[in-house]
């Protein structure tokens, strides 16, 4: 049985017209076609359930660890960050400093003593 593409089927009915084969007679054999492909597929995915659900865990187990090590560099940046802040702003007897550090800058307000 050939399956065809729209602009083939055309070709493939005329053809079919021509040598005399009934249309009930081709159309059975192409479902007959669809239902053994669909077995086919559905042994397919019994055969390889137990790799997908292997597959499914080794997935949420790497979702996981990435999550660990998301909130690890979050710490990382954090700890970075307020260690930048501390070496370029230090304390000087001549002003206060009042800054505030955080990830996404340094806030620094200063003010005579």
Known sequence: MMICLPEECFHVVANILFEGTKLRAYTKGVENNLRKVELDSIQDYIK??????????QI???????????????G?????SLS??????????ALYYSMSCTTNGILLRSRVS
């Open 84 to 93: 930048l802040c501390n070496d370029h702003f230090p304390f000087n007897g």
């Open 48 to 57: 390889e359930s137990d790799n997908l659900v292997s597959l499914h865990d």
């Open 60 to 74: 949420r187990e790497c979702d996981r660890i990435l999550s660990q090590m998301e909130t690890l560099l979050s």
């Open 76 to 80: 990382f940046q954090l700890h970075i």
